[in-house]
């Protein structure tokens, strides 16, 4: 019996079900192909240019490049053009610079409560986050609710005095998960200062290695967590991101640690 007419089968498709249950539990997150695709090649009429037109005549390019084609001027410019959240969601949807957009389904911009105190940086979104267009929505997410909720703050919260607003480094998901390179964090990181400004939290907690190296330029995040340090004239506190505290629970403990200093913290700024 074929493969297509077993998973037809009554009798199948609860153990093609079960099969796929344990493949998406081992890691697995995306559909291959039988080869592999190239999703940046250009359309065929544009790859070849017909014999007998002539070639098109070339600019010389002379000098540096252009602010209009660096990323960074770029992105700058756009984030401070931005003078509201939504026209800074706009901004980034509207960034055609960085080539993870090209990958993603969703522009994943923030969650929470714009009134927060506290903003949480994340790295960038996942699978889940992919999805449903928002930030930390997936194991890890649901972790960090836990996590915060235990110190009385909350992404659902109206009050300010408990509220969290959540976003991220990198609003597009990086492909199979890897870690963007300093070239995306560079450009992506004129969009996060702006988010930050406008959002005027009095602390900033940055989740992992991505946002220590957007706002601290240091990675080392087993280094960093729990240290204090300052940024954008922000405090800053790094802590261990969830996904790591999901794979190494005994790290748990120092995030409790890292936790009540953050409460402590926010009870000094208060009174
Ligand atoms: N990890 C992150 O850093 N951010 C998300 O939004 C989800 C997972």
Redesign the pocket.
Known sequence: MGITSQILDPDHWQAALAALDWQVEMGLSDWVQEGPVNRYDLPERLERPSETAPAPARTPQTGPQTPQSDPVAVAQRAAAAADSLAALRDAIAAFDHCDLKKGARST?FADGNPVARVLIL?????R??DQEG?????R??QLLDRMFEAIGLSRQSSDPASALY?T?VLPWRPPQNRDPSPEEIAMMRPFVERHIALINPDIIVA??N?PCMALLNEKGILRLRGTWAQALNKPVLPMT???YLLRTPAAKREAWADLLALKARLHEIRS
Request: hydrophobic fraction near 45%; charged fraction near 15%.
């Open positions: 994943v994340g790295e960038a979104p996942g889940e986050e928002l930030p930390f929505v997936g890890a997410g959540i991220n989740l992992g991505i991101h969830p996904a």
